[in-house]
């Protein structure tokens, strides 16, 4: 069983910057791809970025350039750095693990961006 952990989220200004991190619990991280998936008041829950276990990294247009998803093996912890954030990045944050057929989640974090 894995837990995953995100923290960070908070409010800020737009044009700032925030670093979400995700933790997670259990073995096996190394060997796990991770994603960021975010969802707005009334909308679906939307990919972000993806950090596969031998860190091929993919990023959605809409945060492409202003966001960073990297990892930490030895911590077990995955980061998304975003910057010059816009009110349209207001959402949860929900890190996403994958490996084999599981599939975890975390409780998410709220990030919101005032204007």
């Known amino acids: 069983q894995v837990q995953l952990v995100e923290s960070g989220g908070g409010l800020v200004q737009a044009g700032t910057s925030l670093r979400l991190s995700c933790a997670a619990s259990?073995?096996?991280?190394?060997?796990?791809?991770i994603g960021w998936y975010r969802q707005a008041p009334g909308k679906q829950r939307e990919w972000v970025a993806t950090?596969?276990?031998?860190?091929?990294?993919n990023y959605a247009d809409s945060v492409k350039g202003r966001f960073t998803i990297s990892r930490d093996n030895v911590k077990n912890t995955v980061y998304l750095q975003m910057i010059s954030l816009k009110p349209e990045d207001t959402a949860v944050y929900y890190c996403?693990?994958?490996?084999?057929?599981?599939?975890?989640w975390g409780q998410g974090t709220q990030v919101t961006v005032s204007s």
């Open positions: 996403n693990l994958v490996r084999s057929r599981e599939s975890y």
């Open positions: 259990g073995s096996r991280f190394s060997s796990s791809a």
């Open positions: 950090i596969s276990r031998g860190g091929t990294i």
